[in-house]
């Protein structure tokens, strides 16, 4: 998936797959309800069976359907707090940037990892079971660590996700 990919991987030269209309309802409905039965997502299409899992397959095999997940509750699985940590990495990092974004995406806690423009060079998206949890992963994880220069920790109230597909 695009967001998994190494931010010091080369971005594909190829173009990407052409997408009809119906290509696009279909990415549409899967963004929405990504566990839709195929016979149910072809009828909102308003196509065969066999043509929607035609097209479904060819979207993955394509990459434009970079796979399916669980979104799970945070509160249910004990980890209520979460947070966004800026990080911003050393010169002396800055050449092994792509290891250390992948040792980030692999720390407990850790939801997401963003390479992102500006003062800092990452934003990570953690979630924690308390303060005092989180505090502890911020120190000895990141803190330190002699590859982080700085971090800044901002505490989220409140998550809305995005419900709008892209396509």
């Known amino acids: 998936m695009a967001a998994d990919r190494d931010p010091n991987a080369q971005i594909p030269q190829s173009p990407p797959p052409e997408l ?13 309800q990504a566990r839709i039965t195929n016979a149910e997502l072809a009828t909102r299409v308003g196509v065969a069976a066999s043509t929607c899992l035609l097209r479904v397959r060819r979207l993955e095999s394509a990459g434009v359907i970079g796979g399916y997940r669980a979104e799970l509750s945070l509160d249910a699985v004990g980890l209520p707090l979460q ?55 911020v120190v000895e994880n990141l ?25």
Do not use: K, M, W, Y
């Open 83 to 137: 947070a966004l940590v800026a990080v911003r990495i050393s010169q002396h990092a800055r050449a092994e940037i792509g290891r250390f974004a992948e040792r980030l995406a692999n720390l407990p806690g850790v939801l997401g990892v963003f390479f992102v423009s500006g003062d800092n060079d990452f934003s990570v998206h953690v979630a924690a079971a308390t303060p005092e949890r989180l505090r502890d992963f």
């Open 20 to 32: 009809d209309a119906v290509d696009r309802h279909i990415l549409r409905e899967l963004a929405t």
């Open 143 to 167: 803190s330190a660590s002699r590859d982080v220069a700085s971090t800044q920790t901002s505490l989220i109230f409140e998550h809305q996700r995005g419900r709008a597909p892209l396509v």
